[in-house]
């Protein structure tokens, strides 16, 4: 040490005492500004995948626009996530294989036990994707895709973690043809959502609501070989909407117990449509195209 003294002056060492004093300063305040960085991006990432926001595009700009808009349709092709396309399924229950409440997956099977692997469905009100699904088992068995929509948060989020092999989406049908953003009630059970125009409260959250038309041409107006309407009791509206002449529905199941139109006036404008009534599953009543009932069993329809 005395050495060190000896050979460097008061003024030489000055310097590195400043070097270390700013360093012995500066780290500190760094590794704050540092830490609140990370602090702001994790809580915006966190905003951004929480249950309650997760995968919601908003489009103010477009309420009210019919569903033939472009700006619509591309709206609803932004929002749907792609299928995934590798990896395994994350069930719940693998070895199970038909998932349906009251039977629709087996029935849809019988069907369609004629028709080659690959056909298409459009399910409303797809839960988690596993428990109820009406769709699982013609994807996992039958090599089918679709569309997947549930708008509640939590089904939703778990929806996603599935690795389901269909298009999903955070979103709603709305009863008439026009884009909107409705209040969503989440404050009941999951079988008792409705669709409310009302302010926000702590349980409901506001969903993107899109035309079906607008969805089915954002995928570029595919047949629908497979539809699973559960909307909570606006079913009847929702089918009104539908340009009927302009898309290809072969089979559809439709809860009716919450319909305050009453399940016969549902079965007579589907008739009017020219839907063929097959049977009551329970609380769904399942239909089935008669134009395009070709290649279908029809055993089943006796």
């Known amino acids: 040490m005395k050495y060190l003294v000896m050979k460097y002056s008061l003024r030489t060492l000055l310097p590195l005492f400043v070097v270390i004093f700013l360093l012995l300063l500066g780290i500190p305040i760094l590794t704050k500004s540092v830490i609140v960085e ?31 808009d472009e700006a619509v349709i591309q709206a609803a092709r932004e929002a749907l996530i792609a299928p995934a396309r590798e990896g395994p399924y994350y069930l719940d229950n693998p070895r199970q294989k038909f998932y349906s409440q009251h039977g629709q997956d087996k029935h849809v099977k019988e069907i369609f036990r004629d028709m080659q692997k690959g056909g298409f469905f459009f399910e409303v009100g797809a839960l988690t994707g596993e428990s109820l699904s009406n769709t699982l088992y013609l994807e996992r068995e039958l090599g089918w895709t679709g569309v997947l929509m549930e708008p509640t948060p939590v089904s939703y989020h778990v929806l996603k973690s599935k690795n389901r092999r269909a298009h999903i989406m955070r979103a709603c049908l709305v009863p008439d043809t026009s884009y909107r953003e409705p209040v969503f009630d989440i404050g009941r059970e999951a079988w008792g959502n409705t669709l409310v125009d009302a302010e926000k409260t702590s349980k409901s959250v506001r ?24 909307v909570e009791g606006v079913e009847l ?66």
């Open 207 to 230: 969903v993107p609501c899109y035309p079906f038309y607008s969805i089915l041409a954002a995928l570029g107006n595919p047949v629908v070989d497979y539809m699973s309407l559960d």
């Open 38 to 68: 990370v602090i702001e991006v994790t809580e915006h990432e966190a905003m951004r995948s929480s249950p309650e926001t997760e995968d919601l595009f908003f489009h103010p700009d477009l309420l009210g626009k019919n569903m033939r």
């Open 237 to 302: 509206k929702v089918l009104k909407s539908i340009p009927w002449d302009d898309v290809k529905i072969r089979v559809i199941t439709i809860e009716i117990f919450l319909l305050p139109e009453g399940p016969e006036a549902l079965r007579v404008f589907m008739e009017e449509k020219g839907f063929k009534f097959i049977k009551q599953l329970d609380q769904d009543y399942l239909f089935i195209n008669k134009q395009l009932s070709r290649g279908l069993n029809i055993k089943v329809m006796k």
